[in-house]
């Protein structure tokens, strides 16, 4: 079926590197895992800027279904458009007609715990994290090397920002945040540096403390930016995404059909344990069969043509 949806829609989902602004990583990889069945239903639980759900979307058919999550609105205006291939199409002539029905939904992939339709999915992908449109958006604070607002919400609808932990938070709770989210072992030292220099408004200004606190003692913490692990910190703690994460594993082995596959992508090791481990407990518990012992890493001319891809994990387990 590739062969054929090859010759009649445009590559646009990254195998040919001719996508602009956004690769999806890992892609050739968690489509081959994800096996997926012609008419089928499939969950992109992080559509982002709809690469993945656009190569899932044309392996599907007129009678297949995607559902897709996001938190982020942006994103999924972004997605709705790419992924807005009917019959009449122009994009894709004649292969619009074979195009599956597409559902974007606004929210927490965490959500699928209060799903009503059990065991009706044949595959879900989560490839988690920001995407590159929330980092290079300077607006959205997620990025320490452009100046921006303290903000780092996924969904501008929820109530905590970075700027209220940073400002308001006591320094306790503070180091202990960049500590478990951010695996900083500087974290007193700069929740510390935080609270003398408060107000702090701006990335850059965050960045700045972050860094006269926390000056590089090894080669290791050299190579990358004293404000990488507390920034890291602050983002997953405003979006719950940890909670959300558990929660996504938790509802997974109700609604996959027996055969189903579930592939995560993760890109930092507090993610990939969680991840790891609740496999495990599926394997244990008689729910899933694992398809790799070790996580899926990208290629040296994915991590080249990509250097987000750097710290991907691939983990599938297939549902029993
Ligand atoms: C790495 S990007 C996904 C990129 C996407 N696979 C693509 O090819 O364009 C991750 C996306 O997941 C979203 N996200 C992260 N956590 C989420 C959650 N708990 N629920 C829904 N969306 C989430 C982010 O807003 C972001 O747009």
Redesign the pocket.
Known sequence: MGARFGKDIPERDGHGGREVG?V?VLLKEAIDFLDIKRNGTYID?????????YAIARRLGAAGHLIG????PA?LEIARTKLAVGPSSLVVGEAGADWPTVELRH????DLANDQRPTTIDGLLA?????SL?LQDAARGFSFQAEGALDMR?NPQAELTAEQVVNHFDERELADVIYEFGDERRSRRIARAIVRSRPIRTTVQLAEVIAAAARPMNQAERRIHPATKTFQALRIFV?R?LD?LRALLNAAPQVVKPGGRLVIISFHSLEDRIVKDAFREGVKQGHYRLLVKKPVTPEEEEIDRNPRSRSAKLRVAERV
Do not use: I
């Open positions: 956004h999806p639980a992080t559509v982002g800027l709809g690469g993945h759900s999550f996001d938190k982020d994103a929210g927490s992939f965490a490839d988690l994290g920001m995407s929330q996924m979006n995404e959300d």
